[in-house]
């Protein structure tokens, strides 16, 4: 009988909650067992790969000292990608297990380290050279989020040429932004949004009028 603490790490929160990764790990593990092994415990981890300091990877490794059993884990980038931290934990004398890779040598292991280091930099490399052709190419990085801003305002803009009338003779009868939110309520005059006028909504408004009438001049 063989007596294993199991890893799994997702990246994010979302991919936690959803399942997404965990299940296909897992799959990878009920498959890999046998009938005679046996699972001391399970540590599951939301964080990057990228840290060492992960607490649940940590809370497995020393369960295994304690309990001198195997740490086993799906996928060899679940546990890390770089080389000196799975050395490290190698040399403690934690006998790792990787599903993906279930008949391997320690060497083989450090190697299947070295390939794994080595398509995080290459990945790295080539996220940097395109975001670099992309500017020398003159394309605005995050550019959706402004076309998106400047979309919102023609369409705030829009609605508002729909309620002049209304807002502005508001603005006349109260004499102030309190008592124009509380007649355009009491007149049905609804926000963009559909929702109810405050004080502060009303002057919004009229700050956002009298910017657009002084850059027409």
Known sequence: MTEYVVYYRVSTERQGRSGLGLKAQRAMVEQFLTPTDQVIAEFTEIQS??????????????????????????????????VSFISGIIDQGIELVVCEHPNVSTFFLHLLACFAEEERRQISERTRAALKEAKNRGTVLGRNAHVLATQRQSEKLKFFETIRVSFEQAIVDAGSYSGAARLLNERGVKTCKGGHWYPQTVKNYATYITDRKAQKK
């Open 49 to 82: 790969g990228k840290r060492d300091d992960r607490a649940e990877l940590w809370n497995a490794i020393n369960l295994v000292k304690k309990t001198r059993s195997k740490l086993l884990i799906p996928k060899l980038d679940r546990f890390s990608r770089k």
